[in-house]
């Protein structure tokens, strides 16, 4: 599925895990326990150096499990790369100034398929190239649909597809020939915002594992699709208070892998008998359990594991259910699954990893060494990760009691005096998470002596689902608390002075930096909001149609609950703010319209505040061109320069 949707869903309790049990036994940080490191080698890191220190990400096999094909940003631009398994300088094998994803070979490894939009417009194509090089076709041909994701039949003779109307608000399965790229619908999805996926084909090449969930991310079911008569047999019950999910099937065909937020709220690993319709269990973890996948020979499975926006890679023997943590570093480890993280042979995986301190890179697992190579060298060398402050995990209670995990940031050689600035960074979504990836704004920021504090509030995912719940009509509420909360953590540790605490967001990031320089306007010193929303009703009449209906699970009926959209709308509290504002915007973005920057612009110039704006050029919703990252984040940096460091 594409990244903008959430990963949906994911027992035996396994002795080995040396971590919390679940977010119920999170205990509050002491703010006085957190400490500035002493650092000969601190420095302001070039912004230059966190960009042109590359991503290697989208990684999956050749057919012959030889070489590597992922995405990098090498050129400046995300496009489709090679590289041999066993290491070697990477070959470039395609080039685009728009952004390109999801490489994969064909069955018999003569193509490759990548998706590609135009001007960060998310109208996903699917193209192909020989896997020698040479000229790129489209393959789906169909500009007014997105192709979201994609798979390749066990006779390599067709492709399950999943796409979206630009005008739709549903997610549909549909096959598509490899040679005439004729497209024949697979299912016909009515009720609003509900979307079908491609989990994995039988292997009989007559039917496919997939599954159907809600725009709301709360529920979704398994089902066995027959692809000559289109009937679908659902293979779990219907349940509107629970999620499952499939991602792999056994290679005999009879037990599919999914993952489940049944157990307790929390997302957990089972295995699905297809014959019978039984679970039985695997993971019995308060966390968050997802993405299994079989071996080729279906004798191993993985899983991953997010402990408190931490990730790691778990393996289990099939017959004993005994699992163990994959031997990485720590930071975010995850398995690059298109489809399957196994190489061809099953003797490796293929994984990604970062940190706070490392850029994104690819790494092959010997699962039987039990030893991780890694295959990518991403970052510059002139970015010592030592330079850069280490991200560390902190817990605090909000104004209800609810506890509340951050990622924290602190610069070395800080002076516990009461006099540095500090910054929140509230994340996307909101139904998401901020895990410890490499993030180039708070490298940025912290190197620069500001301490950072990423909040993950109520209605983030990764800490069951009543908490993944608790803002629904309420969004600018309790979440906005719960980044209140945050400010006075920053505060609290004795380094920050709270006359110079800014935010800095995008997306519902950009939304709740606009709520609370307005309702609480004199907490804040400056803010920089990227792509966020003024107004729940402009969003309405003009954002993406699948997004609307996601809109609707967060808030309700637009015309029933008009108060309810009234209230979470920052346009009714920001005449009120105080702090210099910078706004951030794409001018392609389908997910929050230039309309809304513009508003903000606008009312803030009536009200004479401060307030200055950046509009980029063939950009959509978060910016992908090198060229626009540097000076967006130049910009940011700038602006807490001069408004927030340097306030009195």
């Known amino acids: 599925m594409h990244p903008r949707y959430l990963l949906l869903l994911a027992g035996f309790a396994f002795a080995q895990f040396a971590v919390a049990d679940g977010p119920d036994d999170r205990q509050p940080t002491d703010p006085h326990s957190i400490t500035s490191a002493s650092s000969p080698t601190a420095r302001p890191v070039p912004i230059e150096d966190l960009f042109y220190s590359r991503r290697a990400t989208n990684g999956t096999w050749s057919a012959d499990g030889k070489e590597i094909l992922f995405t990098t940003d090498m050129t400046g631009n995300q496009n489709v790369w090679k590289i041999s398994a066993s290491g070697s300088f990477p070959l470039q094998m395609s080039y685009s100034k728009d952004s390109q994803n999801s490489p994969r070979t064909t069955r018999d490894g003569t193509w490759i398929n990548y998706r590609q939009d135009a001007g960060g417009n998310e109208q996903w194509q699917l193209m192909a190239i020989p896997v020698q090089g040479g000229s790129a076709e489209n393959w789906l041909q169909q500009p007014d649909a997105s192709a979201e994701d994609f798979q390749y039949s066990p006779d390599g003779k067709s492709l399950v597809v999943m796409y979206k109307a630009k005008t739709g608000s549903t997610h549909d399965l549909a096959l598509l020939d490899r040679n005439t790229h004729a497209i024949r619908n697979l299912t016909n999805e009515k009720s609003p915002g509900y979307l079908w996926n491609i989990a994995a084909w039988f292997p009989d090449g007559k039917s496919i594992l997939a599954y159907r969930a809600s725009p709301s991310f709360t529920d979704a079911s398994v089902f066995r699709l027959d692809l000559a008569t289109g009937k679908t047999d659902e293979l779990t019950p219907h349940d509107k208070e629970a999620q499952i999910v499939a991602t792999s099937l056994s290679p005999d065909g009879r037990t599919a892998l999914v993952q489940s937020n049944q157990k307790h709220g929390s997302f957990n690993i089972a295995l699905l008998d297809i014959a019978t319709r039984k679970l039985t269990w695997v993971t019995d973890t308060g966390w968050e359990a997802t993405s299994p996948f079989f071996s080729p020979d279906g004798k191993h499975f993985t899983y991953e594991l997010n402990n408190d926006g931490r990730n790691d890679v778990y393996l289990c023997e099939r017959a004993s259910l005994k699992c163990n943590r994959l031997n990485m570093p720590e930071g975010l480890t995850g398995q690059e699954a298109s489809p399957s993280p196994w190489s061809p042979d099953g003797t490796r995986l293929l994984l990604a990893h970062q940190s706070s301190r490392r850029p994104s890179d690819l790494w092959i697992y010997d699962v039987r060494a039990n030893k991780g190579t890694q295959l990518t060298y991403s970052a510059l060398a002139s970015l010592d990760p030592n330079s850069l402050p280490q991200s560390q995990i902190v817990h605090y209670k909000s104004f209800d009691g609810k506890t509340i995990s951050a990622l924290l940031w602190v610069p070395s050689n800080l002076k516990r005096d009461g006099s540095n600035a500090g910054v929140v960074l509230p994340h996307g979504g909101p139904t998401g998470q901020t895990v410890d990836t490499f993030n180039t704004t708070a490298a940025a920021l912290a190197a620069r002596g500001y301490v950072c504090i990423a909040p993950n509030v109520r209605g983030s995912t990764g800490y069951g689902i009543e908490f993944q719940k608790a803002n629904y009509q309420d ?118 319209p230039k309309e809304e920057a513009e508003q903000v612009v606008d009312i803030l110039k009536k009200e004479g505040r401060t307030v200055d704006a950046t509009y980029y050029a063939q950009e959509g919703h978060g910016f992908r061109k090198r060229e626009n990252r540097i000076d967006s984040l130049q910009r940011t940096v700038n602006w807490f320069d001069k408004y927030l460091k340097a306030a009195n």
């Open 475 to 592: 969004l600018g509420g309790g979440d906005l608390k719960d980044e209140v909360a945050a400010r006075q953590f920053l505060i609290d540790s004795g380094y920050v002075d709270a006359k110079k605490v800014g935010i800095t967001g995008g997306s519902y990031g950009g939304y709740m930096t606009l709520m609370a320089i307005g309702k609480t306007p004199d907490l804040w010193t400056a803010a920089v909001e990227e792509y966020g929303i003024i107004d729940w009703y402009t969003m309405l009449q003009h954002e993406d149609p699948f997004l609307q209906e996601y809109e609707k699970t967060l808030m309700g009926d637009p015309v029933k609950d008009k108060t309810v959209y009234e209230a979470a709308s920052p346009i009714k509290f920001l005449r009120y703010a105080k702090a210099p504002l910078l706004v951030l915007q794409g001018e392609n973005d389908i997910r929050v």
